[in-house]
Nanobody, 124 residues
Framework: QVLLEESGGGSVQAGGSLRLSCAAS????????MGWFRQAPGKEREFVSI???????YYADSVKGRFTVSREKAKNQMYLQMNSLKPEDTGVYYC??????????????????WGQGTQVTVSS
């Protein structure tokens, strides 16, 4: 059974930092891209970042320069270091795995596996 499990969420004040983790199990994801998404109340799930199998990364403009994604392929782990957090970063954060395929990396529908999410709340 494939499982993605996020951890590390919590409540912080604006300007603070959090580090999210995503643990994958049930198969090897070495050839998969791994992404982070978030969903604020009443809004659609939105793309945050991705790290490809080769190690390249890409970020949404809204988090560029503040968030850093990293990955330990041998451990099937992925991380999201979030600095200079803003109230608009509040939401449930999900990790997701994407097998190599065509289509937008920012599209929810192109990801094959999802975690249950972890809540991040940033207060002003």
């Amino acid at each position: 059974q494939v499982l993605l499990e996020e951890s590390g969420g919590g409540s912080v004040q604006a300007g603070g930092s959090l580090r999210l983790s995503c643990a994958a199990s049930g198969r090897t994801f070495s050839s998969y891209s791994m992404g982070w998404f978030r969903q604020a109340p009443g809004k659609e799930r939105e793309f945050v970042s991705i790290t490809w199998s080769a190690g390249d990364t890409y970020y949404a403009d809204s988090v560029k320069g503040r968030f850093t994604v990293s990955r330990e392929k041998a451990k099937n782990q992925m991380y999201l270091q979030m600095n200079s957090l803003k109230p608009e970063d509040t939401g449930v954060y999900y990790c997701a795995a994407r097998s190599p395929k065509a289509g937008s990396i920012e599209a929810v529908t192109t990801y094959d596996y999802w975690g249950q999410g972890t809540q991040v709340t940033v207060s002003s």
